[in-house]
């Protein structure tokens, strides 16, 4: 096992992504660069698994009414919170 990350610093700078972080071991440092300054689009992952369990209000309580607060939880475990605001 390469050992946890720790203190990890994050910049961004021209496109590019700088990480900088510490293995737990204390031994190493390490440093990557991502560049997206050639990146043309993104395409969101579409999982056609994912459906649509409960709906809940921010209490936790099950609830129909999606004009309230609430929260969408689906059968891959992701959730989508909600607030409308007119």
């Known amino acids: 096992a390469n050992g946890h ?3 990890p ?4 700078s021209n ?4 990480f900088v972080y510490k293995y737990s071991s204390g031994y190493s440092i ?4 991502l560049d ?3 990146l043309n689009s993104v395409q969101p992952i579409i999982n056609s ?3 649509l369990i409960k709906i809940i209000d921010y209490l936790g309580r099950e609830t ?3 004009y309230l607060p609430h929260i969408k939880i689906y ?3 992701s959730k989508e919170k909600r607030l409308i605001i007119e």
């Open 9 to 12: 610093d994050i910049e961004y």
């Open 75 to 77: 059968s891959d475990n």
């Open 5 to 7: 990350k720790m203190f």
């Open 64 to 66: 129909k009414n999606i």
């Open 30 to 33: 390490i440093y990557k660069e």
């Open 15 to 18: 496109g590019k992504f700088y």
């Open 49 to 51: 698994d994912k459906k």
């Open 36 to 38: 997206l300054s050639t």
